[in-house]
């Protein structure tokens, strides 16, 4: 299976620029995807195909990255994004998530 | 707009089976897209279970394939878990969520915690 590494946490000061990384075991082409969950909640999807922004969802967030490296970027952090943010593939059967990037902010 | 319920007993004793549903209303499942199980773990690991596609077909994932199920009720607009032989590790919030061929999941039930104790 395709592991996806993401980094277990970081803290950040509102209205900073985080960027949250996943690396991927073997290549994944652009078929990454990022979503953000909050406690209770089910996960939203915020970028697909690497960097394309889902409708809705604030112009805030960006993505980047092709083949094993892919980055999720907030320019700039508000209080509402503490959440943990996952990464998932689905070039590679079966699809597989990251661990998550808990951020908090200070 | 879509939406996905999911529903299902709390708590299940070791070795017997898993069973959920998933209601979905705003779309018939029988038009496009995939239809699948997603779960995650005490731990907060998400792990993908499976889907059913609108024509009916399945695809599981692996590690589960030998104790998994995916079935539908499409005069119900509703598709279905079960899973065999469960174990504390089963122990999980599941999800349903609808994805598109690119297999990103757009949307997402509320999840139903399952318990797995004796």
């Known amino acids: 299976d395709t592991v996806l590494t993401q980094s277990p946490a970081l803290a950040v000061s509102p209205g900073e620029r985080v960027t949250i990384s996943c690396r991927a075991s073997?290549?994944?082409?652009?078929?990454m995807h990022w979503y953000q969950q909050k406690p209770g909640q089910q996960p939203k999807l915020l970028i697909y195909?690497?960097?394309n922004l889902e409708s809705g969802v604030p112009a805030r967030f960006s993505g980047s990255g092709s083949g094993t490296d892919f980055t999720l970027t907030i320019d700039p952090v508000e209080a509402d994004d503490t959440a943990t943010y996952y990464c998932q593939q689905s070039w590679n059967d079966p699809w597989t998530f990251g661990g998550g990037t808990k951020l908090e902010l200070k | 707009e879509v939406q996905l319920q999911e529903s299902g007993p709390g708590l299940v004793k070791p070795s017997q089976s898993l069973s959920l549903t998933c209601s979905v209303t705003?779309?018939?499942?029988?038009?496009?897209?995939?239809w699948n199980w997603i779960r995650k773990f005490p731990g907060n690991k998400l792990e993908w279970m499976g889907y059913?596609?609108?024509?009916?077909?399945?695809n599981y994932n692996p590690s589960l394939k030998s104790r998994i199920s995916i079935t539908r009720d499409t005069s119900k607009n509703q598709f279905f878990l079960q899973v065999n032989s469960v174990t504390t590790e089963d122990t999980a919030t599941y999800y349903c969520a609808r994805s598109l061929i690119t297999t990103r999941f757009a949307y997402w039930g509320q999840g139903t915690l399952v318990t797995v104790s004796s």
């Open positions: 073997e290549s994944v082409s652009t078929l």
């Open positions: 195909l690497a960097s």
């Open positions: 705003g779309y018939s499942i029988t038009s496009s897209y995939r």
């Open positions: 059913i596609n609108s024509a009916g077909s399945t």
